[in-house]
């Protein structure tokens, strides 16, 4: 584990396989996540305080819908407000800048090592905000929420990487941005970096 943003590539010379989270970590998407989020709860009288938001980075839409749904005692579709608010996202995403020191690393192993992008959001949500910061072509491998059953805290995500760009899971480095996302790094056997 390293817990430092003052990072560079020779620090990951001895991995063989590089995995990246999208949101908060390739991508400074996480305040305008926000901004749809608090927008699209506000329409059905639900409150999501951004601390709230911050601890949940990782969770799939449907499932924080669900929950925050279930907690205020509203009866709605999560899919359906999850894709509501996935649509408010996308509406915003040229506001969505890349993470400076993280994208270099990512620049740094494009074409030597595998490299992957292992996301708690949406397969669109995730290409759209890799094809907006113009580095989609960068990663062989793109796992998103459709693709695992469990999700962060579970390992399968990175998991799942790690299978698709053919490395085992002790000789993978984890990008992340959110205590889920480390607890499932940790959980899948891999060192981890806290990017924040």
């Known amino acids: 584990m390293c817990d430092s943003l003052v990072m560079n590539a020779n620090d990951f010379e001895r991995y063989d396989g590089l995995i990246f989270d999208c949101d908060g970590t390739l991508a400074d998407s996480m305040p305008v996540h926000y901004v749809a989020w608090r927008e699209t709860m506000s329409r059905y009288g639900i409150e999501f305080k951004e601390d709230r938001f911050y601890s949940m980075g990782g969770m799939p839409s ?69 094809v907006a910061l113009g580095i989609d072509h960068w990663f062989s491998v793109v796992v998103t929420s459709e693709d695992t059953q469990r999700h962060k805290p579970e390992p399968d995500v990175f998991l799942e990487a790690a299978r698709r760009i053919e490395v085992k899971p002790e000789n993978c480095v984890v990008f992340e941005d959110s205590p889920l996302g480390f607890q499932a790094a940790q959980a899948a056997g891999m060192d981890w970096v806290d990017v924040r």
């Open 62 to 130: 449907a499932k924080i819908v669900a929950l925050l749904s279930g907690e205020h005692g509203v009866d709605v579709d999560p899919e359906a407000v999850a894709a509501e608010k996935e649509t408010q996202f996308q509406s915003l995403i040229d506001q969505v800048q890349p993470m400076a020191a993280v994208c270099e690393i990512a620049a740094a192993f494009h074409g030597k090592k595998p490299m992957a992008v292992a996301s708690g959001s949406g397969r669109v949500v995730v290409e759209k905000q890799l």
